[in-house]
């Protein structure tokens, strides 16, 4: 599976862009995840989205980039990141979005009860959240919820 994962992965701008379908992302989340759950380990399974925003500021910050080069999934979340690719030779797939593939996770996660924690943005914005997506994917668990301005990551990561 890993080697599988491996083989779709593209060097753009020395970046590890995955080509792989949106389906076929949330797939191999969803297997991590469990694999993760069987073995009682805590480990996440890191997912970013490349843009034409966010590729220029990586070129640019060394700690950006190591953090993007260090994904275990890194998409084209915008249509530059795209047809930039397929100009450079790599067959991209689709343009998968950080939120159309957060949407297909809380459907999963709903029906599987793969528990999920928020972590990001205003309190307000968490506690409508709250409110929100169990009413539109009945059967999710939010296990909990952390506002996005935290600067110490050990206690983001007691959360």
């Known amino acids: 599976m890993r080697d599988d994962i491996s083989r779709q992965k593209s ?4 970046l590890p862009l995955d080509t792989r379908r949106r389906a076929q992302i949330c797939a191999t989340i969803g297997l ?5 759950t069987a073995a009682e380990s805590r480990k996440c399974f890191r997912h970013h989205s490349l843009n034409a925003c966010k590729l220029p500021a990586a070129l640019q910050d ?10 275990d999934c890194l998409s084209a979340d915008g249509m530059g990141i795209v047809w930039a690719a397929r100009l450079m030779g790599i067959r991209v797939s689709e343009r998968v979005t950080g939120i159309d593939l ?3 996770l809380l459907a999963q996660f709903a029906q599987d009860g793969t528990r999920v924690f928020l972590l990001g943005a205003r309190q307000d914005v968490l506690d409508q959240l709250q409110g929100t997506l169990p009413a539109r994917f009945p059967g999710l668990i939010i ?3 952390h506002h996005g301005y935290e600067p110490d990551d050990e206690k983001l990561a007691d959360c």
């Open 11 to 14: 060097a753009f701008f020395g």
């Open 32 to 36: 991590r995840l469990r694999e993760g």
């Open 143 to 145: 296990a909990g919820t």
């Open 62 to 71: 060394d700690m950006l980039f190591a953090a993007l080069s260090r994904a």
């Open 102 to 104: 957060m949407t297909d």
